[in-house]
């Protein structure tokens, strides 16, 4: 079993529109589609700090893309790439591509909130994790986009050691696209508290004790049919880097594993 960035091969296959995205898998098993967080990719959030091991090792074939505008998948310059809500596009368009039905899904901050878009327009995974994005970055999209809208066109003027100049020295180590990841702004979509309320699917919701960039944790769960929230340790940056995301994760799926066998 592969557990190196190096020991994945990149996949291949096509959004709704054509355009060429790219994925990661580890593991055999139960499928798990997780998807990375804006700025990142799926080897840098999932499979640096060892969480997609330890879920392949717990019996789930992880499925790791990356969104477009991201990482091994197209970047085009052109605006009419990055309609609104086309990341869950994507996702569905992933899940259509391994002929999957029976799956469960999460993500990490963007990963998260564009697991809550494809949970609302109707995707039924087996069980659900939204981490890293809390109530506001839910159902107020806008807010958290003009951070990074603030940082993507006025990079190299940041104070050493602010959240922003953080952000961008993030940027330049995964080697992203500034002209892209602006585009991919303008997919955002708010979900509003009525289509949270019509999601029926088991939900964790999993927030960093730290991580004030997204609101409350416990409001998102509390809206969910069958939200739980667990906090971890960490801010929104750092949270990803420790082992506690991926137990976290384990801890939720592992029933669940057990009964879908």
Known sequence: MATTPTDLPIHHFHGRDGLQLAYREMGEGRPL???HGFFSTATV????YGHAAKLAALGYRVVMPDLRGHGDSAKPHDAAAYPPDVLADDGFALVEHLGLEDY??????????????????GATPGRAIVAGAGW????NTAGRGEHFRN???NLGTFSRGSAEWMAEAFLKTVGGDPVALLHVLD???????EEL?????????????????TGSGEDLAAALPHGKFVSMPGNHMSAVTKPDLGSAMAAFLGGALQRFR
């Open 104 to 121: 469960d899904l999460g993500g990490y901050s963007l990963g998260g909130r564009t697991t809550v878009r494809m949970l609302a327009r």
């Open 136 to 139: 506001d970055g839910i159902v």
């Open 187 to 193: 997919t955002f979509v708010d979900t509003p508290r």
């Open 45 to 48: 959030n999932w499979v640096r």
């Open 33 to 35: 589609v997780l998807i």
């Open 151 to 153: 940082i993507l066109t």
């Open 197 to 213: 309320e019509q999601i029926q699917t088991s939900t964790l919701v999993l927030l960093g004790t730290e991580d004030d960039d």
